[in-house]
Every structure is written in structure tokens, then in C-alpha cells.
């Protein structure tokens, strides 16, 4: 059974710093680009970070250019979302999924980021 399990949420300070996991369970992980959503409330919801199977090509949505790092480790199969410089609008809950072609996608169940003084 394929699982994807997100961890690292909470609640941090404008300004802050917060590392989302999500953690695979039983699927081929290094096959699978993988990569991070976030839903606000009331908004769809929207690609933040994506990364290639081997960890070698990254993209990101404007809205996390030079602040967020998506990184993997296919050894521990689980991928990151380094997040810094939080402001209030990146509250959302944040998801992960795992795509390849000819596959079924995976998405996780979420962890919830608020981002308040």
C-alpha cells in the first residue's frame, strides 16, 4: 500500500523557518518525481516545488524563488521542503506528491503551515 506521510508543519513566526518532510512507503521512490502543493484556505490548490527522480533538476513557483529548497534523499525515501523568510501569506496546508509517467500519481494527506505573530 502506497503512502505518502508529511511532517514538519506548525505554526512559526513571520520571518521564520520551518523543514517539511514526507516520507514514501511502498513504492519505487528513486523512480517518482516528487513534489510539494499547498492549499490555502478558500484557493486551489498550487505547485510550490518539484523535483526529478535523481535530485538533479528543481523547479520552483515565484512564489518560493529564493526563499524554499526542495531537496531528496532516496536512501531514506523522503523528500524536504526547506522553508525560510515565512510571511503570512505561505499558511496553507502543504502536500506532497509523487508522480512518474505510466503511473498511478500519490498524493499525502497534508501538514498544516501557519505562519502568524
Known amino acids: 500500500q502506497v503512502r505518502l506521510v508529511e511532517s514538519g508543519g506548525g505554526l512559526v513566526q513571520p520571518g521564520g523557518s520551518l523543514r517539511l518532510s514526507c516520507a514514501a512507503f511502498?513504492?519505487?521512490?528513486?523512480?517518482?518525481?516528487m513534489s510539494w502543493y499547498r492549499q490555502a484556505p478558500g484557493k486551489e490548490r498550487e505547485l510550490v516545488a518539484s523535483?526529478?527522480?535523481?535530485?538533479?533538476?528543481?523547479s520552483y513557483a515565484d512564489s518560493g524563488k529564493g526563499r524554499f529548497t526542495i531537496s531528496r534523499d532516496n536512501a531514506k525515501n523522503t523528500v524536504y521542503l526547506q522553508m525560510n523568510s515565512l510571511k503570512p501569506e505561505d499558511t496553507a496546508v502543504y502536500y506532497c506528491?509523487?508522480?512518474?509517467?505510466?503511473?498511478?500519481?500519490?498524493w499525502g494527506l497534508g501538514t498544516q503551515v501557519t505562519v502568524s505573530s
Open positions: 523535483i526529478s527522480n535523481t535530485g538533479g533538476t528543481t
Open positions: 511502498g513504492l519505487p521512490f528513486s523512480t517518482y518525481t
Open positions: 506528491k509523487a508522480i512518474r509517467p505510466g503511473a498511478a500519481l500519490y
